[in-house]
T-cell receptor, first 116, second 113 residues
Framework: AQTVTQSQPEMSVQEAETVTLSCTYD???????LFWYKQPPSRQMILVIR??????QNATENRFSVNFQKAAKSFSLKISDSQLGDTAMYFC?????????????FGKGTKLSVKP | DGGITQSPKYLFRKEGQNVTLSCEQN?????MYWYRQDPGQGLRLIYY???????QKGDIAEGYSVSREKKESFPLTVTSAQKNPTAFYLC????????????FGSGTRLTVV
């Protein structure tokens, strides 16, 4: 079974600084995707960034980027120039590529607070 | 705009009652999911459906039931057998193939009174 570990239950960062959230996972899949979701106080889950495991290049979306280390099964999220609106729970989730089986498995989350 | 609609936003249940949470999507997604969220627990999968008229139990299906009679709809019933139903419930959908990122609804907060 897949497992996902987010080892930092809570983190804080000053506005405009950079923060990295860690995630490690275990999977037997040979091809898969990895996702980071954000859940602000409104509790709406929002997709932040997606990484395809077969791609060596790390994904980037504006201020958000990942450091994907496939051999180590590590998938960390870096937030640059942190903004107050980044305050949220962040969930890491690996999932299978295509097919009709399997689902996203979510970590327990990291609560990020951005301080003014 | 396409999306997922969950209703109601807040729901109160008396002891011994069954309640049904609604989830409707107009994204033409084949797969739909129900997750439960408790503080410190992350998201736990209750049921999922990959296709109409078929669904599978997730990790915590006991005390819950679902149906998938239409592609657009995946209602969740919390039965009286669920001993601790107070939680936040999230519905999601995804395409059946390709990158399986989810689109989420805005959630339903269920409280037992």
């Amino acid at each position: 079974a897949q497992t996902v570990t987010q080892s930092q239950p809570e983190m804080s960062v000053q506005e405009a600084e950079t923060v990295t959230l860690s995630c490690t996972y275990d999977t037997s899949e040979s091809n898969y995707y990895l996702f980071w979701y954000k859940q602000p106080p409104s509790r709406q889950m929002i997709l932040v960034i997606r990484q395809e495991a077969y791609k060596q290049q790390n994904a980037t979306e504006n201020r958000f980027s990942v450091n994907f280390q496939k051999a180590a099964k590590s998938f960390s999220l870096k937030i640059s120039d942190s903004q107050l609106g980044d305050t949220a729970m962040y969930f890491c989730a690996p999932g299978p590529y295509g097919g009709s089986q399997g689902n996203l498995i979510f970590g327990k989350g990291t609560k990020l607070s951005v301080k003014p | 705009d396409g999306g997922i609609t969950q209703s109601p936003k807040y729901l109160f249940r008396k002891e011994g009652q069954n309640v049904t949470l609604s989830c409707e999507q107009n994204l033409n997604h084949d797969a739909m999911y129900w997750y439960r969220q408790d503080p410190g627990q992350g998201l736990r999968l209750i049921y999922y459906s990959q296709i109409v008229n078929d669904f599978q139990k997730g990790d915590i299906a006991e005390g819950y039931s679902v149906s998938r009679e239409k592609k657009e709809s995946f209602p969740l019933t919390v039965t009286s057998a669920q001993k601790n139903p107070t939680a936040f419930y999230l519905c999601a959908s995804s395409p059946r193939d390709g990158p399986r990122g989810y689109t989420f609804g805005s959630g339903t907060r269920l409280t037992v009174v």
